[in-house]
């Protein structure tokens, strides 16, 4: 399965607005935005689990990173609310669950296979820090290697921002909206940009709050490319 498997293009998914795909496991959904295989994949998701639902036990022999959007996620670690931030490496493996329901975004085998760094935030308990070079914009940092950077930022009403990086660029709306290139970003509205595009975006009458990844394009392009030429052999 191939969705929007090149890396070297803009994409643009308005993923509010898409249907529910069941998985494989029963009570478990998900809106895929990119993928590059069936259901061993590189992947980045909107996942769904249903009131009282499971995944079964899993190893993620090529990393997990997911952002709680709403309800709880549970596993053996414990409870994840709403604007948990999370990081598997490759090797680790748990048990997903949720008693109350939750939706998460996930992003699946797009870590450096060495990593080995768990990562668990509670963002609700950290403050965003001013960012001086985009006045109107803050930062909450999530995480950050020689790879990737990933944080929060959150964009004042009515402020304008470039967004865009040299080693390619990834955002995920998570509150309020965003407007430009032609296009309305609402609520999981999600966009990738290749290394060097850039664009503008500008909140609307309210705040807007983005997940945001960047520097980690740099390889995915040749990497992708590789992946996707395995899949269609």
């Known amino acids: 399965m191939l969705i929007n498997a090149d890396f070297s293009r803009r994409a643009v998914v308005h993923a509010g607005r898409l249907d529910w795909t069941p998985s494989p496991m029963a009570g ?3 809106r895929m935005l990119d993928r590059i295989g069936d259901e061993v994949a590189r992947a980045t998701s909107i996942v769904r689990y249903a009131r009282g639902s499971s995944f079964s036990a ?3 022999s090529g990393g997990e990173e997911f ?20 990081r598997n490496p490759p090797r680790s493996r748990h048990t997903p669950r949720s008693e109350t329901g939750c939706v998460i975004f996930v992003k699946l085998h ?3 296979p060495d990593d080995r760094t768990h990562v668990r935030l509670d963002t609700n308990r950290m403050e965003g820090i001013a960012d001086a070079s985009r006045p109107g914009a803050s930062m909450t940092p999530l995480f950050k290697d020689a790879r990737e950077t990933v944080r929060i930022e959150t964009i004042a009403p009515r402020t304008s921002v ?3 990086d040299r080693g390619g660029y990834e955002m995920l709306v998570i509150e309020g909206e965003l407007h430009g290139i032609g296009e309305t970003f609402g609520l999981q509205s999600w966009m990738r940009l290749p290394p060097g595009d850039r664009v503008c975006l500008a909140a609307g009458a309210q705040h807007a709050r983005i997940w945001v990844k960047t520097g980690h394009l740099r390889d995915a392009i040749s990497s992708a490319a590789k992946e996707q030429a395995g899949s269609d052999l």
């Not at 952002?67 to 999370?86: K, M, N, R």
């Open 58 to 60: 899993h190893t993620h």
């Open 162 to 164: 470039e967004a865009g």
């Open 110 to 112: 797009q870590f450096d």
């Open 28 to 30: 478990v959904e998900r």
């Open 67 to 86: 952002l709680v959007l709403q309800g709880i996620f549970q596993d053996e670690q414990g409870d994840c609310p709403a604007g948990s931030y999370v």
